[in-house]
């Protein structure tokens, strides 16, 4: 009996797995949402990882996304950010958000060799084009840090209120340091509250960890 029950547990997994391959589509929302639950079900990541390398290499760019993200994080192997950045230039061809933010990251910090601003700036565009909030943060931080682009404090303020708005915690964090100390703004102690509350941030960190050049 036991015997039979681990095969047709086997057989269920192998059937869904079949099912999501043969259905494999780029920008298959329905589809990437049922194998994120089936993922979560199974319980069993190396499988959902082995599945997820499969449609990656079909183009699904949610699989592509997800084998970059773990491939960056280490989560089944050794860390291996050029790997991630193969998966990521995949799902970022498929206009994946969250994909084209990682990948300018990469690029910002030099992962694939010599840092490229230029790179880094457009994916942050191309993400911030396609509503992701964390984009628009990564790209404050240039105006900020005047990395690649004009050094602007104002721009910087404007992309950081931008991204607060649209629910970024670290851009709702580094807001509040703006407000604070009056960095293109006026001081306001009331905002600088409000702000860091968005952030969940129990106290203001210091300048240099406020808006952190390296994550």
Known sequence: MKKLLIWCVAGLSLALSNSFVASAKPNA???????SAWCTQLKK???????HQQLAEQGRPESAYWIGKASARGMFEAADLTKAL???QVASQEMHPAASRELGLLYYHGISGERDFAKAQRLFEQAIEQGNPQAIWALARMYHYGRGVEQNYNKAFELFSLAADKGSKPAASTLAYYYKVGLATEPNPRLASYWR???????????????PDYR
């Open 29 to 35: 929302t329905n589809e990437d949402q049922r194998l």
């Open 86 to 88: 193969g998966y990521y």
């Open 45 to 51: 990541q190396q499988s959902c990882y082995n599945l």
């Open 197 to 211: 509350n968005k952030a969940n941030d129990k106290k203001l960190v210091t300048w240099n960890r406020s808006i």
